[in-house]
Nanobody, 117 residues
Framework: QVHMVESGGGLVQAGGSLRLSCAAS????????MVWYRQAPGKQREWVAT?????????YYADSVKGRFTISRDNAKNTVYLQMNSLKPEDTAVYYC?????????WGQGTQVTVSS
């Protein structure tokens, strides 16, 4: 059984920063990719950032967060992070991590990020 724990969300003023974490524990093997998504009220879930396990440093970002957000990972801890800087009110959403293996993917429970203007 795999257990996912997200943390780091909260309320921050525009221009501030937050760091999200997502840790996977249990019987999870052969992680290939770690991804962050977000879902704002009344909107569909959207992709935010991706980091492959064997990326050699490559990371990928949605245009809306490029230059402000940084995705990183700790393979030994099966943990993915999202450093969010220069936050804007439009970044307000529930943020979800998604960890992918060859057989299936696993979702975190979501963490609320609220950015006040």
């Amino acid at each position: 059984q795999v257990h996912m724990v997200e943390s780091g969300g909260g309320l921050v003023q525009a221009g501030g920063s937050l760091r999200l974490s997502c840790a996977a524990s249990g019987s999870i093997v052969s992680i290939t990719t770690m991804v962050w998504y977000r879902q704002a009220p009344g909107k569909q879930r959207e992709w935010v950032a991706t980091i492959p396990i064997t990326s050699g440093g490559s990371t990928y970002y949605a245009d809306s967060v490029k230059g402000r957000f940084t995705i990183s990972r700790d393979n030994a801890k099966n943990t993915v992070y999202l450093q969010m800087n220069s936050l804007k009110p439009e970044d307000t959403a529930v943020y979800y991590c998604n960890i992918q293996t060859p057989l299936r993917s696993y979702w975190g429970q979501g963490t609320q990020v609220t950015v006040s203007s």
